[in-house]
């Protein structure tokens, strides 16, 4: 398949006033040995419709240019890729020390949604030759992206696609349905948030990506090109109101709450084994101290202590009683 | 890197690499096969089927029939005989690709997420290497980013110690709640998203040991060099199981089965509960088992995970979690000011 697929490329970056589809399909390696030249070729058609995807997901640049004297007209439609386009520009080169920072860059990657990309693009790197100096010895980055979401909704950002989900909000008694317009992934503080306009409030709002419940569907109309910097944007805003969120605190000395809490970021602490910490979401953060146990006591804000009592109690109902086997079970 | 050496499964990424290939040997001019690996950081078999590949590709041409001249070539007598490559006619290509949009993104996240690093790396080189993996994209880099992790102070001695090569010494309180000072040959710092890890050969324990850094304090670099330790496996894995370990049953929502993150040894696919009412999609209860090294981590888990996470055995597992939740209510239920560490460890690091 990838000789298939070498052959296009190489066919298209040969042509300068392009091809038309016939050509391709009844002239090119891969192709043309399957192709009848009386016949109607649509296995061989949707063959090609899946290469095109392909090849232009590894960034390789496919231009459509309609034949003079006949715009619109399928069938005229000629194929190419530009040299411009296609290949690195020339003054981008990278010392071996930027090589070797990329190289760790790919490596937080290695079990992620991203892997392959990043797998592709160093050797796209290696390709203009690089000598890589020694690796960033000692270290082991990794980005995580547990969410089953993150596949897809990269897949819809990418393709600039609308995304369907369920979302449960906490408070809400059940998880609604959203169509949104992604516009950027982020992690702050270890989780995934979908930057999004939501189709029914034509508004900016920021999901969880650990709030999404079931599968994402994606769209099949391309959404208009985005400009704007919403990546950047988006943390900015998950800053701003992790630093207007305090909690405070009092713990336990000498516990893993008193010696991990107090060594947040932005974490300060107080006489009386107290710690003032800065959050983003008050569930995400009830959950965690709610886990710590007895080794905090959460004194405001008061949503918060709620919380967290909530879910203390919510432990013991769930354990309180022996188990009653579910319908089914048989050991 | 040894994920690295494995074959592509994909079409795509076997097209990437014969695009790849291709400008290198160009400019290199001649090549071994095993530098061509090594460069690449593939298997020589990976080389060897490429270059056979490339050397029957090429354009249809003006007859279309793919003629001698529309095709690449190599010089047979090197391949064949010294296992060294020259492509002595080119075709089409000259020059590296640029990236695809989601290439430079994760790239640019993954710098992003490196800037929290201590390494005496100006902010300026990561600046200008994102402006180059952008200019280099075919499209505008997908919008994904990674905010910088917080490290704690330790990050930086730690790492001083790793790279000179000298032991460590540290108060460690393990998840058990016990502290103990260790001495360790440190090997490598390992993240996972925003928590940072030193993974060392425990001197007392005669093993490889996972800490975490924000449970340490009263961080020491010693003078002494680290032993030889030769090529330990770290492997990839942060928790290691042991045999003493324990295996727990849990229920929860398939749609929280990510928070487990590493815990999970073994899925049960079976959902319970799913009804004929119950939406199609993952969002039926499933059980899974864990393997936990002891019940202090395991009732930690649980609690935070409260508002969908049941064990539901062994029993001692259920009766940890439950004193565990009651001993925190009860601090609740006593006013503010008399909240006192009961049963105080008064010789930990209190706070100041």
Redesign the interface.
């Known amino acids: 398949m990838e000789e298939r697929l070498f052959s296009l490329v190489l066919a298209l970056l040969a042509t300068e006033a392009g091809l038309t589809k016939a050509e391709i399909l009844s002239t090119v390696q891969g192709y043309r040995q399957r192709y009848e030249p009386s016949g109607e070729n649509t296995t061989l058609e949707r063959q090609f419709e899946r290469d095109k995807d392909d090849i232009r997901e590894l960034g390789v640049p496919l231009e459509t240019i309609d034949t003079p004297g006949e715009p619109g007209n399928n069938q005229s439609l000629r194929y190419r890729i530009p040299r411009t386009a296609y290949e690195l520009p020339a003054d981008i080169t990278f010392s071996p020390a930027e090589t070797a920072l990329l190289n760790l860059a790919a490596m937080a990657w290695q079990e992620g949604s991203l892997s392959r990309e990043s797998r592709r693009a160093l050797l796209k790197l290696r390709s203009i030759g690089v000598e890589t100096s020694d690796p960033v010895l000692g270290y082991a980055p990794r980005i995580r992206t547990r969410d089953a979401a993150f596949g897809p909704l990269s897949d819809a950002l990418s393709k600039r696609v609308t995304a369907s989900f369920s979302y449960l909000k906490p408070g809400d008694p059940a998880a609604r349905y959203r169509t949104v317009e992604p516009l950027a992934l982020v992690q702050h503080q270890g989780r995934w948030h979908l930057k999004a306009i939501d189709q029914a409030v034509k508004q900016q709002r920021t999901f969880l990506l650990s709030r999404i419940t079931g599968a994402v569907k994606l769209g099949r109309l391309p959404l208009p090109a985005d400009t704007g910097s919403y990546a950047a944007s988006a943390l900015e805003e998950l800053d701003r109101i992790w630093e207007g969120n305090v909690a405070e605190i009092q713990v336990r000395p000498g516990t893993d709450a008193a010696v991990r809490l107090s060594r947040r970021r932005g974490a300060s602490v107080e006489p009386g084994d107290r710690i003032l910490l800065h959050f983003t979401d008050a569930n995400l953060l009830a959950d965690e101290l709610a886990g710590f146990g007895p080794e905090v006591r959460v004194i405001g804000p008061g949503t918060l202590v709620d919380a967290v009592v909530q879910r203390l109690e919510a432990a013991i109902r769930r354990h309180g009683d022996p188990v009653s086997a579910p319908a089914g079970e048989a050991r | 890197?040894a994920?690295?050496a494995t074959p592509f499964t994909?079409?795509?990424?076997?097209?990437?690499?014969?695009?790849?290939?291709v400008?290198?040997l160009l400019?290199?001019g001649r090549v071994s096969v095993t530098d061509a690996a090594a460069?690449?950081?593939v298997t020589e078999k990976q080389i060897r089927d490429a270059v056979s590949?490339i050397a029957v590709?090429?354009?249809?041409g003006e007859t279309?029939q793919?003629q001698h001249g529309d095709l690449f070539d190599i010089s047979w007598d090197d391949f064949d005989e010294r296992d060294e490559i020259v492509i002595t006619h080119k075709?089409?290509?000259?020059?590296?690709?640029?990236?695809?949009?989601?290439?430079?993104?994760?790239?640019i996240?993954?710098?992003q997420?490196?800037q929290s690093?201590p390494?005496n790396?100006d902010g300026g080189?990561?600046s200008s290497?994102m402006d180059?993996l952008a200019?280099?994209?075919?499209?505008?880099p997908?919008?994904?980013?990674?905010?910088r992790?917080?490290t704690?102070?330790s990050l930086a001695e730690v790492?001083d110690a790793?790279?000179r090569g000298r032991r460590l010494e540290f108060d460690y309180?393990s998840?058990r709640?016990s502290?103990e000072r260790r001495l360790v040959d440190?090997?490598?710092?390992?993240?996972?998203?925003?928590?940072w890890y030193l993974?060392a050969w425990d001197r007392v324990r005669g093993a490889v040991r996972t800490f975490?850094l924000?449970?340490m304090?009263g961080l020491r670099v010693t003078d002494e060099p680290v032993d030889a330790h030769g090529e330990l496996p770290?492997g990839?894995s942060l928790f290691q199981g042991g045999d003493d370990d324990l295996v727990v049953t849990l229920e929860l929502?398939a749609?929280?089965l990510?928070?487990l993150?590493e815990f999970v040894a073994s899925v049960d696919p079976r959902r319970?509960?799913a009804g004929p009412d119950a939406?199609?999609?993952?969002?039926g209860r499933v059980r899974v088992r864990i393997r936990v090294a002891h019940l202090h981590g395991l009732?930690?888990?649980?609690?935070?995970?409260?508002?969908t996470?049941?064990?539901?055995?062994p029993?001692e597992a259920?009766?940890a979690?439950?004193d565990?939740?009651?001993?925190?209510?009860?601090?609740?239920r006593q006013p503010?000011d008399t909240?006192q560490?009961a049963g105080?460890?008064?010789?930990?690091?209190?706070?100041?």
């Open positions: 890197m994920a690295e994909y079409a795509q990424d076997k097209l990437t690499f014969l695009l790849a290939l400008p290198y400019d290199i460069h690449f950081q590949l590709s090429g354009v249809p279309t793919y075709v089409a290509l000259d020059d590296s690709p640029r990236f695809s949009a989601r290439e430079a993104a994760a790239l996240a993954g710098l997420y490196l690093l390494e790396v080189v990561y290497l180059k200019r280099g994209a075919s499209e505008r997908s919008q994904v980013a990674v905010a992790s917080e704690t102070g790492r790793v790279a309180l998840s709640g502290q440190p090997l490598r710092i390992d993240s996972d998203d925003e928590n993974r975490r924000d449970r304090t770290i990839d929502d749609t929280a990510s928070m993150g319970l509960d939406p199609a999609g993952s969002s009732k930690r888990l649980v609690t935070s995970l409260s508002w996470v049941t064990v539901i055995e029993a259920r009766a979690v439950v565990w939740a009651e001993e925190a209510l009860a601090r609740y503010l909240v560490d105080g460890n008064t010789a930990g690091p209190g706070l100041a």
